[in-house]
């Protein structure tokens, strides 16, 4: 007799409509760009990863980057799914011109082709301005996004990445 009968109690068959997965158009946006943001994020760890003589901080990070955000690639792309939405297409570089950070095919090439410690220069600085990015579009999606999870995963990137600038601004000096 416990309340669990009444309509509305949260436990009724409409949970699915519930506010975990209400969402806006801006929650698509967010979540759907931030999948691409992130996965050119992963392939730029993965060319410094790839290369020789890289500074072993410069690794430690890139590594730290590939693993902190494909499980959040995956939650985005779920949501969208769940959501009845389009899910990323295409590479992640077919976005280098819509701002956000996003490095262009030239940029992606830069890093390809540097080594050593120009390499871990031009990651740090690119990685920045990538994190920057990520940043405001994390920031737009906390003050105009309806889905509670997707606000709190925006929250989550503003403040790992913020985190993450700093420690590559202090790296960048260490070069």
Same mark, same amino acid.
């Given at each position: 007799?416990?309340?669990?009968?009444?309509?509305?109690? $949260?436990?009724?068959?409409?949970?699915?409509? /519930?506010?975990?997965?209400?969402?806006?158009?801006?929650?698509?946006?967010?979540?759907?760009?931030?999948?691409?943001?992130?996965?050119?994020?992963?392939?730029?760890?993965?060319?410094?990863?790839? @290369?020789?003589?890289?500074?072993?901080?410069?690794?430690?990070?890139?590594?730290?980057?590939? /693993? !902190?955000?494909?499980?959040?690639?995956?939650?985005?792309?779920?949501?969208?799914?769940?959501? $009845?939405?389009?899910?990323?297409?295409?590479?992640?570089?077919?976005?280098?011109?819509? /701002?956000?950070?996003?490095?262009?095919?030239?940029?992606?090439?830069?890093?390809?082709?540097?080594?050593?410690?120009?390499?871990?220069?031009?990651?740090?600085?690119?990685?920045?301005?990538?994190? @920057?990015?990520?940043?405001?579009?994390?920031?737009?999606?906390?003050?105009?996004?309806?889905?509670?999870?997707?606000? !709190?995963?925006?929250?989550?990137?503003?403040?790992?990445?913020?985190?993450?600038?700093?420690?590559?601004?202090?790296?960048?000096?260490?070069?």
């Amino acid at each position: 007799m416990g309340g669990m009968d009444h309509p509305g109690s $949260g436990m009724s068959s409409t949970a699915p409509a /519930g506010s975990s997965s209400s969402h806006n158009p801006q929650d698509v946006s967010f979540a759907r760009g931030m999948a691409m943001h992130h996965q050119q994020a992963i392939e730029m760890a993965e060319i410094i990863l790839g @290369k020789q003589g890289v500074n072993t901080k410069v690794r430690t990070l890139a590594t730290e980057i590939k /693993g !902190a955000q494909q499980p959040e690639i995956e939650q985005m792309t779920g949501w969208l799914k769940s959501w $009845g939405e389009q899910t990323v297409t295409g590479s992640a570089s077919d976005m280098g011109s819509m /701002g956000g950070g996003m490095m262009s095919q030239d940029d992606m090439d830069a890093l390809d082709s540097a080594s050593g410690t120009k390499a871990s220069a031009l990651f740090l600085t690119q990685m920045t301005a990538h994190h @920057k990015g990520a940043i405001e579009m994390a920031r737009t999606e906390v003050a105009k996004g309806k889905n509670v999870d997707a606000v !709190a995963l925006a929250k989550k990137i503003i403040a790992d990445q913020t985190t993450q600038i700093t420690q590559m601004q202090d790296l960048r000096t260490q070069l």
